[in-house]
């Protein structure tokens, strides 16, 4: 495939065609904003997702599959987004991102002839002639279909001499990423849903018949499914595994209306707001022996509650609560084995309750590492251990298990039952990327084989009261960061920021500019909700000089 497709590409691009002066920039979360204006940037996406699987080649020099998952995440329904997923199942590398930056910025065919041509060429050329591999699929918002098929459109007029694709429709963000990865790692799992969810209920049911639980004992669970693509594909999983439904109720699963997506629920929602969505009142949260969970709109982030009726309290257990969990039993099975040398590393950001970061220092004893916010930072720095724990204090996170783990565990599967549960966990935790509904298992699994209820649960460590607030400025790129983004080097606030700092008990604060709206974050925490209310205003006043 040496020859350079330039008419087609042309039709497809003057078809849809960018605004006058585009200004799109691939971030954290890959392109997001309101839907109407993401046509053009669709094709510039499709099209570096041929390229990046030309580049990608397996063994036999083909093409390995890439992804492209159409969502908008926790955004509100009228939004909607793109990003691209790599062979393994990770997020798009860095270095290709202002790539994508560029291209969905020309405004016109011949800029961005200029730029694609020369990479197709150099790639394909390489290929032996074998066409780039492609997997789609897009949440269930109301837009989804619109910009979906603006891709198809592009792949149906290039033809099978230049692209296989797959089009799969409502997908979850994570069964999307498990999907790419199968394709190109057969090892990895059957790249279909119904592989996806045969892999969770077969390790899940395996891990429970090891350690002798009844399903009946299993922790009920209500899950807010934001009215988003969660609902159906939790359903669509609970067909597959009909022994665990009567475990599970679902609420938010209107997925009929549009407009329902991500409002007054979701884990978004729950998270920010510290309170009970719609659909779940104290009565139902506060039930014995219940667990509520939020996943957000592409199920990719979970959180999970309850309220308190003894002290009328909502009890938040989030990204921070749901690692501490994870690693607790990670390290209690572990203890049971007779020797191991694995690296165990938990990795948080700079947005993580400090009484979280304190637990895992003093109480579990395990490194803790600081990344910057945007789960790819995390995923990297999780790779570096042999079980690399990671989670945003917002709820997107997984656990990582590298192949040391899988042979340092075989040599104990046959004498340990703890050895084969960790083994088995590598397959009900998704090893690609955040996933609500493989994390709300493991999470059911945990409590379970510790024996804790969400009570005991919420009483690991008490967090810090903390308050996050947002102060639009002038220019936000002047906000420049160091220290995993705990410190500002511009502009030139940073020492006074420390003072009010040292003179808060456990005070901590730090202002960065977000990855995703044109704003700055100021996180505070402190030891009291009084002191923590003031530093924050303190530190938001410096913040404002510059608004
Ligand atoms: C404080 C916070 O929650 N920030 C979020 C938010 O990033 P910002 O760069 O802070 O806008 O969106 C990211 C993508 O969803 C997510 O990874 C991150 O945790
Ligand atoms: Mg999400």
């Not at 997506?261 to 022996?289: H, M, W, Y």
């Not at 969970?293 to 003894?310: E, H, T």
Request: hydrophobic residues 40%; negative net charge.
């Amino acid at each position: 495939m040496s020859n350079f497709p330039s008419q087609t590409l042309e039709c497809i691009f003057n078809k849809y065609p960018p605004p006058k002066n585009p200004s799109f920039s691939y971030g954290t979360a890959g392109f997001r904003m309101n839907a109407s204006k993401l046509d053009s940037v669709m094709f510039s996406v499709a099209c570096i997702a041929i390229v990046r699987s030309l580049s990608c080649l397996n063994d036999s020099n083909e093409p390995q599959t890439i992804g492209i998952m159409i969502t908008a995440s926790h955004n509100p329904p009228e939004d909607n987004g793109v990003k691209i997923v790599d062979p393994f199942g990770d997020m798009l590398p860095q270095n290709w991102e202002p790539l994508a930056t560029q291209l969905s910025n020309c405004s016109s065919y011949k800029d961005f002839e200029s730029i694609i041509k020369p990479l197709w060429i150099k790639y394909s050329s390489n290929t032996l002639n074998k066409p780039a591999s492609l997997v789609i699929a897009r949440d269930t918002r109301e837009s989804g279909p619109k910009l979906l098929n603006i891709c198809i459109d592009l792949f149906d007029s290039l033809t099978n001499k230049y692209i296989t694709y797959k089009n799969f429709n409502e997908l979850t963000t994570p069964e999307l990423h498990y999907i790419t990865r199968s394709f190109n790692d057969s090892s990895f799992g059957i790249p279909t849903e119904l592989g996806y969810y045969n892999k969770l209920s077969n390790s899940l049911l395996e891990i429970l018949k090891l350690n002798n639980i009844n399903i009946n004992s299993l922790i009920n669970t209500t899950v807010d499914a934001a009215n988003g693509v969660g609902a159906d594909k939790l359903i669509s999983f609970l067909k597959t595994s009909p022994s665990l439904k009567s475990k599970f109720q679902l609420v938010n699963s209107n997925t009929n209306d549009p407009l329902a997506l991500n409002v007054k629920c979701g884990a978004d929602f729950v998270k920010t707001n510290q309170k009970l969505p719609n659909g779940i009142d104290s009565k139902i949260a506060s039930n014995e022996n219940t667990l509520c969970a939020s996943f957000d709109g592409d199920a990719d982030r979970l959180v999970c509650y309850f309220f308190d009726k003894l002290n009328n309290k909502f009890i938040l257990l989030d990204g921070d609560k749901i690692a501490i969990l994870l690693s607790r039993l990670i390290s209690f099975l572990i203890s049971k084995l007779p020797s191991n040398n694995l690296k165990i590393g938990i990795i948080q950001t700079a947005y993580a309750n400090g009484a979280s970061t304190n637990y895992i220092i003093n109480d579990l004893k395990l490194p803790s590492i600081c990344a910057k916010t945007g789960v790819k930072h995390l995923h990297h720095e999780a790779l570096k251990f042999d079980i690399g724990i990671y989670f945003e204090a917002n709820g997107h996170g997984t656990v990582l298990f590298s192949d040391k783990f899988s042979i340092e565990l075989k040599k104990f599967e046959n004498d340990y039952s703890s050895a084969k549960t960790l083994l088995l966990l590598k397959d009900l935790i998704n090893q690609t990327v955040g996933d609500a509904l493989s994390d709300l298992l493991a999470v059911i699994v945990s409590l379970s084989i510790l024996n804790i209820d969400a009570n005991e649960w919420s009483n690991t460590y008490h967090d810090l009261p903390n308050k996050l607030a947002k102060v639009v400025v002038k220019d936000r790129n002047m906000f420049v960061t160091t220290d995993a983004e705990r410190k500002l080097v511009e502009p030139p606030i940073q020492k006074f920021i420390d003072e009010l700092v040292v003179n808060t008990t456990f005070g901590r604060s730090f202002v960065r500019p977000s990855g995703t709206e044109d704003a700055v974050r100021v996180y505070a925490e402190a030891a009291t909700a009084e002191e923590c209310q003031k530093l924050s205003d303190e530190v938001v006043k410096l913040v404002e000089n510059y608004s």
